[in-house]
T-cell receptor, first 112, second 112 residues
Framework: AQSVTQPDIHITVSEGASLELRCNYSYGATPYLFWYVQSPGQGLQLLLKYFSGDTLVQGIKGFEAEFKRSQSSFNLRKPSVHWSDAAEYFCAVGAGNNDMRFGAGTRLTVKP | NAGVTQTPKFQVLKTGQSMTLQCAQDMNHEYMSWYRQDPGMGLRLIHYSVGAGITDQGEVPNGYNVSRSTTEDFPLRLLSAAPSQTSVYFC???????????FGPGTRLTVT
């Protein structure tokens, strides 16, 4: 089965600084890749997804992610972080049978 | 559209009790899933369904049963609750295999 690793449990960045959250996956075929965000006490909101085509994917709230097959990675980036971006971020990989696996999450703290 | 709804929002059970977590979606999605979210472990897939009458096990199915008698509903049953099942449970649906999933607001379950 597929699996996802998010190496960073917690990241702190200053407001206005750039952000990169790492995600590595393991899957034998071309995966479906997702990034979700979860604010405290809330459900999950999809930021962006990759199915095929252009490996640089644009999402909501100014986020983007790049699929790199050679590195089995799908890192999430944002050029300038806002205080409202503080949340937990989950990378997920889907197979063709609706079996999705999530990473353990990266908690983002934004310093003023 | 109400999207994906879950009831109850909160529940406290005693060890050995049974209960059913309800999940419904009004988007005519074929695919539905149940996840549990535990600190430091991300979301783990419990069971999923690719259509009415069809269910399959995910990553952590033990202690849980599901059924899918209609497209709209996908209840999760705990037959004999254990403290290890204390978690937040999310239901999700999607319109095709491997596509993005819409998540419900979650049910926070505590087993004492």
């Amino acid at each position: 089965a597929q699996s996802v690793t998010q190496p960073d449990i917690h990241i702190t960045v200053s407001e206005g600084a750039s952000l990169e959250l790492r995600c590595n996956y393991s899957y034998g075929a071309t995966p479906y890749l997702f990034w979700y965000v979860q604010s405290p006490g809330q459900g999950l909101q999809l930021l962006l997804k990759y199915f095929s085509g252009d490996t640089l994917v644009q999402g909501i709230k100014g986020f983007e992610a790049e699929f790199k097959r050679s590195q089995s990675s799908f890192n999430l980036r944002k050029p300038s972080v806002h205080w409202s971006d503080a949340a937990e971020y989950f990378c997920a990989v889907g197979a063709g049978n609706n079996d999705m696996r999530f990473g353990a999450g990266t908690r983002l703290t934004v310093k003023p | 559209n109400a999207g994906v709804t879950q009831t109850p929002k909160f529940q406290v059970l005693k060890t050995g009790q049974s209960m059913t977590l309800q999940c419904a979606q009004d988007m005519n999605h074929e695919y539905m899933s149940w996840y549990r979210q535990d600190p430091g472990m991300g979301l783990r897939l419990i069971h999923y369904s690719v259509g009415a009458g069809i269910t399959d096990q995910g990553e952590v199915p033990n202690g849980y049963n599901v059924s899918r008698s209609t497209t709209e509903d996908f209840p999760l049953r705990l037959l004999s609750a254990a403290p290890s099942q204390t978690s937040v449970y999310f239901c999700a649906s999607s319109y095709e295999q491997g596509s993005l999933q819409y998540f419900g607001p979650g049910t926070r379950l505590t087993v004492t």
